[in-house]
């Protein structure tokens, strides 16, 4: 459809349900389930093709401020233009600004495009029937309407967050034209937003198109940008009533990768919108651009999923097209192809490789996410190199498991890369080794190699080669190691761990960064009625406050097993420590050790631990396995550290039991030497002291030597 | 007889300092946009808004201002731009 003259409400409707029956393999129409005051039922529309799973979605908005009619014939252009390029396998071209075929498709075909280019069509019909207009029609406190993009909830209640000099009765006001109404997500039309972002959780994009003002921006818009301590930030109430101005002590988080990220996509944009016709558009953060911003859509998009982690992280963004709120149709044509072209090269930031290692099998490469963090089934170590990765490691739904570390030989490292973007790309991984750590800080990690990755398919993985780790030395954990893996490229970068200085800030960059991730797993050998000895490191951080809890479970070890925690006495001597099913014993010759039994149930806590920044305390976790166990079963036990009721880190300890007459081979813990079962020395030695194998090789690839005594 | 809605008046203003904006915005009736705020040589903020009338009185003393159109004639004027028909169902 030839724009001019604008559309109206029915037109846009009408423009939808069109494309949906005149595409119906690439064109889903979206009933929305809230209706408008005046009674409308509201349409937006999915645009996707081909088969590829997981793909990122972008949603775009329109209409949103009755009066700033272009949006919607922008955003009806793009979905026609889209369509008709897919179909016809042609490119687009925007006056100077030319996108191939080939893009075309590798939008259409790896990204979920959600349109909804008239969000507000009881405002939109006045004003273009009736008179000028801003907001939605409901009648409410003897006043008409709620401003829509004032009414989601993130830092509504202005008055509450921001510095008390500024001043908003306007959004208080019922008969400002910025009313916010009554409470957050109180209208129909936010409340559609929000459940096109709910019931579609790939969003990791969206837009919302204004006029005028010609600006390109992106989050935050209550005050700006700073990525140095995540704990000032929109949720954080003790920083209420200090939000807002500029140059001064408070500045709204935003880890910098992502900051880099919001940048670079909104400077492309600008790129893209420039080379049509040379238009000149300020791009910033919202702030900066246009002042405080309180309850607007862009800035509810990017807090969903600091709210709520299991939400995906959403990019937001918003234009202010052209340079009056309805610019003639001539100029309006223009505009069009400005931002579609800007709309294009979003899509094409959205569809770029993002590379991401898993931090779980459960992990699906989305950010921020959840479950274990310190489990990393992408991280594999092995004594030797393998033949054939790709086979051996090819099955992405199973962990391969690891390797234990052997101790002064060469270990070789493999890392499984994933790339959930509509473009193959290559990649480099970097590999550190840190102490077997509850928190795998970066203070801890040690460099190992680089190696690159090339042709990493769309929507697939690949594994890399053999990281060769040489001589490997002992951390100060024997063989038990943490191995940290970090991925990126030119347009997914690596991203940079040195601001992590807190607690909250590594939990929540390992979390919101999927281009990171560790492996915490040891194993150890262990008699029934013998011991496994562990040795481990637990990390501080810069913080505010320095208390961290951990968490013994070896719930699933047999009855009658029991778990010690050792440690020197300072670490644990501070009168604020609480024991939960946890008790302190005494130990003969052990005087400057703390030594702490976990209750009968194998669980237990400490709480309120405390050491200063520098310190990595070494501690001991001794497990007695009872004469229970079965042999050739694995029972795990896991130590997490938390810190502010979140959890940090964990360490997962799989204990093999192996029956004494099945172990015709013995370390000796005193000397680290493998001795056969009948050697003197062994049958004396106590069970605490004794490591199980089934066989010579299995000992000596955990890094034993022979006892040359015992086995010449 | 149907009450005459109150003149509005377009408006660009010279401000100096973001605080301005609020108390303007603060104002009955008084539409700032603030995505047409641009800061010039350092200091000077630009901002438009819609403004009835009577307000423009008090501010043009305070503030200089530049008069940019008739509210309501603007949108009559871009009403005129409408699609008055559904194009989509007469093919």
Known sequence: MPFEPYLNVAEIESAMEDAATNYPSLCTLITLPNLT??????????????SATKRPGVLFLGGTHAREWGGSDILVAFMENILAAYAGSTGLTFQGKSYTAAEIKR?????????????????????????DWRKNRRPLSGSIGIDINRNYDILWDANVYFDPTLTFGYLYNPSSSAYHGPSPFSEAETQNIKWLADTYPGIAYSVDIHSSGQKLMYVWGDDENQSSDSTIAFNNAAYDGQRGLPADAYGEFIFDFDHQKVIRTANRMYNALFAVRGKSYTVGQIFNQVGVSSGSSA??????HSTNPSHRKVFGFGIEFGQTFQPVPAEMKNIIDDIGAALVELCLCASEPDLYIRDSLADSGVEPSAGSLSASPDIIVRKNVVADPATEFGDITVDPGSDKVEIGNDNYIYVRIHNQGGQACD????????????????????FIDEVDVTAIPAGGFKISSAVTWPNVIDPGTGNHFCIVAVCGNTGDPIPDAGMIDSAGDFVKFMRSCNNIAYRNLTFENVLPDGWAIIPFVMKGFRDKKREYHLMLDGTALPPRSRIELRTAKRWLSAKTLKLEDMREVKARGLD???VLRVGGKNTGVLRNVRFPEAAAPLFHLHIRISAEAKHGREYPV??????????MGRITVMLR??????????VLRQDGRVHRAGCARVQKARAIALMPYPDLESALRDGYKVDPDCLA | MAIKPEQRLWLRIRLTSRQEISTIQNMEGVELFRSTMRIIDGKNILIEGYVPKRIYETLNKKYFIRILGDVEKLNEEAQRHV???????QK
């Open chain 1, 657 to 666: 039991c192996i029956r004494r007459d099945k172990s015709p081979y013995l």
């Open chain 1, 638 to 647: 896991q130590i997490v550290q938390g810190h502010d009721g979140e959890e």
């Open chain 1, 37 to 50: 005051y005046n009674g409308k039922t509201s349409h937006a529309v999915k645009l996707a093709a081909g």
């Open chain 1, 107 to 131: 939008i259409m075909e790896s990204l979920d495009m959600f349109i909804f280019p008239d969000v507000n069509p009881d405002g939109k019909e006045y004003c273009q029937t009736v008179a």
């Open chain 1, 299 to 304: 800035c509810y998009m990017f807090s969903r």
């Open chain 1, 592 to 594: 400057h050790e703390s």
């Open chain 1, 427 to 446: 990649a480099v991984v970097r590999l550190y080794a840190a102490p077997l750590t509850t928190t795998c800080a970066p203070a801890l990690w040690n």
């Open chain 2, 83 to 89: 699609s008055k028909t559904n194009r989509y169902r």
